[in-house]
């Protein structure tokens, strides 16, 4: 009996090792639906996080004043106009492609900038597509303060899973600083 049952245990593993399972939904393309976030509390970033550049942006807060969370902080100013940004093609985000892109962090600005945005650019091979900026004026209602921000871009114009994602934030030769970025689709 226990022979047999040893016998029946291997018969049982070497099925399960020979690749006739059936497919897990990893193995499956298929168009999602459900949200998709990206997080990048900027922690990591001097390790040269995939789909995000403009590493030289990433620098601690001048002493006293503390990052909205953590160490590390994206500072846009005169040498630096951009900051820390997202870039990725569609097909790498979600076999489907989304209608709408929301864009959420935290500002900090110690001058007045009525130029400071959110901008979301979507390229094919660097040919623009779409090109819109969300403006933190109305966001920053007191200096010298974090201040939470939600950019939602409509996708109004018919895309393709190669075009290119780009967000980031501009500061038109002005000092800003950026932290806990968060961007997520509609679909």
Known sequence: MKNYLALFLSGLLLY???GNSPKTPAD??????SPVAIVNDLENALAG????????TIVEMPEGIAANSGKYVSRVDAENQYSY??????????QKLPVA????????????????????DINDN???????????SEVISSLNEWKPFAARFTIDAPIKPEYQLKIFASGAKKTAYFDDFKISFEY
Request: charged share 15%.
């Open 16 to 18: 399960g090792c020979s």
């Open 28 to 33: 499956v393309t298929v168009a999602d639906d």
């Open 49 to 56: 996080v995939p789909s995000w550049s403009n590493e030289k």
């Open 85 to 94: 940004a997202f870039k990725e093609i569609f097909a790498n985000i979600n």
């Open 101 to 120: 892109v929301i864009v959420e962090g935290y500002v900090y600005s110690p001058e007045v900038n009525p130029l400071l945005g959110i901008v979301m």
């Open 126 to 136: 660097n040919s623009k597509v779409i090109w819109k900026s969300y403006a933190l």
